[in-house]
C-alpha cells in the first residue's frame, strides 16, 4: 500500500507538471517540469520511507533485492504496487485535463489512437525523441516525425535511460548508507535523490523524457492504451523499444548502479577518514 501510494503520489505531481507543460504551456523550459518532479519525488519518500522503504521504482527495488539484501520474495509485491500506483496516477489525471487533451487534438489535427496522437499519449508514457521537440504551434506532419525521429535511436535511447539510472542509483545508495559520513544530515536525503532525477530530467527529458522507472512508464502507458490511444501507447520506435528503452534500460541501469557503489564506492563500517 506504502508503494502504491508513494509511486502514485510522485507520478501524478510530476505528470500533472507535464501535463501542464504539454497542455496548457504553464511551464517554460524543462527545469521547471524537473524541479516539480524533484519535489514530488522528495514528498513521496517522506510519506512512505517509514513505512515500506520508499523504493517507489521496480529498478531500485530490483537494485536493492541484488545488492542490498532487500528480500526477493516482497520484490513482486513492491512491483506490483508500484504499478498500481503510477496508473491509478494517471487515471486521475486524465479525469482532471480530459477536455485539454482533447482540444490540444484538434488544434494539432490528430485523432486519439491514430499516428500523430503521441502528441497527446506523451503525458502518460513515454516516448524518443520527445514528442514535445515538435513545433507546438502547427498541425501534425508526419514528415517532419520521420525528421525528429531520426534524431534518436533506439540504441542512444537505451543507453541515455541506462546510465542516467545507474547515476540515479548511485546517488539512491550513497544516500541510504548508514556508514556514509557524508551523506546528507537532517533527514534530507529524499531532496537529494529528488534533485539528482531533476538534473537528470533536465539532461535526457529532450531526448527519451526521462524515465528512469519502470513503473512511472508502463502503469501510465497501460492506462493509455485502454483510454482510446490504443496501438500508439506502445508506438516507439522499434517493436518492443517501450519494452527495452523504458523497462529494461533502467532496470539494468540500476542494477550496474548498485555493483558500482558496492564495489567502488562503499567503504566498510570500520574505515575512519584521516
Known sequence: MAEAFGTGLLVF????????AVLTGA??????????????????????DNVSGAHLNPAITIS????????????????????LGALLAASLLFLIFAPYLAARETKLG??????GSELTAMCYGEYFPNPGSLPSDKR?????????ESLVSPVQAFFCETI?????????????????KSAPLANLG?????????????????????????????GPRLFTYFAGWGEIAWAVQGSLSWLTVYILAPVVGAILGGGFYRSVLQLPPSHTTS
Open 110 to 115: 490528430v485523432v486519439r489512437g491514430k499516428p
Open 140 to 148: 501534425y506532419s508526419e514528415a517532419a516525425h520521420r525528421d525528429l
Open 27 to 48: 511551464q517554460q523550459g524543462v527545469w521547471q517540469v524537473a524541479i516539480v518532479w524533484a519535489l514530488g519525488i522528495a514528498a513521496a519518500i517522506y510519506c512512505t
Open 64 to 83: 536493492l533485492a541484488l545488492w542490498r539484501g532487500f528480500a526477493w520474495s516482497k520484490v513482486p509485491q513492491y512491483i506490483l504496487g508500484q504499478v
Open 190 to 218: 529524499p531532496v537529494m535523490v529528488g534533485l539528482t532525477v531533476a538534473c537528470l530530467i533536465s539532461i535526457f527529458g529532450p531526448l527519451t523524457q526521462a524515465c528512469f522507472n519502470p513503473a512511472r512508464d508502463f
Open 164 to 180: 542516467a539510472t545507474m547515476i540515479l542509483a548511485i546517488v539512491v545508495f550513497a544516500v541510504s548508507d548508514p556508514n556514509n
Open 13 to 20: 505531481i510530476g505528470l500533472g507538471a507535464v501535463h501542464a
